[in-house]
C-alpha cells in the first residue's frame, strides 16, 4: 500500500456539487498539505496542515476547506465546484524538520478532477 | 520566501552529465535548499537537500555557492528515465514548500 493515499483517483463532476477528495497516510507525520496543479503549470498551495489541531490558508484557498479528522487524514472540500477548478490534486505530508533536518514531503498519486 | 530563478527548460544527451542551476539571491540563513522533480503523470518527488555543504544521494549531487545565493543540481549520467520537471525551493521549515514553474529536462536518446 502507499505511504500516502488519495480517494478518487479520478472524478467527473457537474457545475454547483459538493466534492470531496480524501487523502490518508500511514508515515505517521504529524504534517499534511493539499496542492493543486493545473495542465502545464507548478503547483499551488490551497490548504496545510502542521497539525490535528492547525490549520491554514494557503494560496489559493478561496472555493475550497479542508477537514483533519485524524493525525492521518486530511480532506479537501469543494463546497460548489465551478469548471476553473478541474485540475490535478495532490496531498503530500512531513514531518516536522526538527526531527528529518529539512522540510522533506511525501506526495500521493494525486486526484483527477474535471468539473463539467 | 525566497524567490527563485530557474531556466524554463534545458535538453541533455543521455548518459552525459547534466548541471541544472538555480539562482535564489534573497535565501536567508535558516533555508535549507530542496530539490524535487516531477516525472510525467506523477507527483513530485524528493530528490536532494542541503544548507551549506555539497551533498551528495544516490540520485544526485547538490552543489552550493559559498553565499548560498545560488546552487546546482547534477544528475551524473542522465538517463530517459530523468525526463521531469525540477524543482529549487529555498525552506526553514517553518513554512510550507512554495513551488515554482521549475525547469522542465529533456533527455535525448
Known amino acids: 500500500d502507499a505511504d500516502v493515499t488519495q480517494t478518487p483517483r479520478n472524478r467527473i463532476t457537474k457545475t454547483g456539487k459538493r466534492i470531496m477528495l480524501e487523502c490518508s497516510q500511514t508515515?505517521?507525520?504529524?504534517?499534511m498539505y493539499w496542492y493543486r496543479q493545473d495542465p502545464g503549470l507548478g503547483l499551488q498551495l490551497i490548504y496545510y496542515?502542521?497539525?490535528?489541531?492547525?490549520?491554514n490558508k494557503g494560496e489559493i484557498s478561496d472555493g475550497y476547506s479542508v477537514s483533519r479528522q485524524a493525525q492521518a487524514k486530511f480532506s479537501l472540500s469543494l463546497e460548489s465546484a465551478i469548471p476553473n477548478q478541474t485540475a490535478l490534486y495532490f496531498c503530500?505530508?512531513?514531518?516536522?524538520?526538527?526531527?528529518?533536518?529539512?522540510?522533506?514531503?511525501?506526495f500521493g498519486a494525486g486526484s483527477r478532477l474535471t468539473v463539467l | 520566501d525566497a524567490k527563485t530563478t530557474q531556466p524554463n527548460s534545458m535538453e541533455s544527451n543521455e548518459e552525459e552529465p547534466v548541471h541544472l542551476p538555480c539562482n535564489h539571491s534573497?535565501?536567508?540563513?535558516?533555508?535549507?535548499i530542496h530539490w524535487y522533480r516531477q516525472l510525467p503523470s506523477q507527483g513530485p518527488e524528493y530528490v536532494i537537500h542541503g544548507l551549506t555543504s555539497n551533498v551528495n544521494n544516490r540520485m544526485a549531487s547538490l552543489a552550493i555557492a559559498e553565499d548560498r545565493k545560488s546552487s546546482t543540481l547534477i544528475l551524473h549520467r542522465a538517463t530517459l528515465r530523468d525526463a521531469a520537471v525540477y524543482y529549487c525551493i529555498p525552506n526553514s521549515g517553518n513554512t510550507p514548500l512554495v513551488f515554482g514553474k521549475g525547469t522542465r529536462l529533456s533527455v535525448i536518446a
Open positions: 508515515k505517521g507525520h504529524d504534517r
Open positions: 496542515s502542521f497539525d490535528v489541531k492547525d490549520i
Open positions: 503530500a505530508t512531513s514531518v516536522h524538520p526538527q526531527f528529518s533536518g529539512a522540510n522533506v514531503l511525501t
Open positions: 534573497t535565501i536567508s540563513g535558516t533555508d535549507y
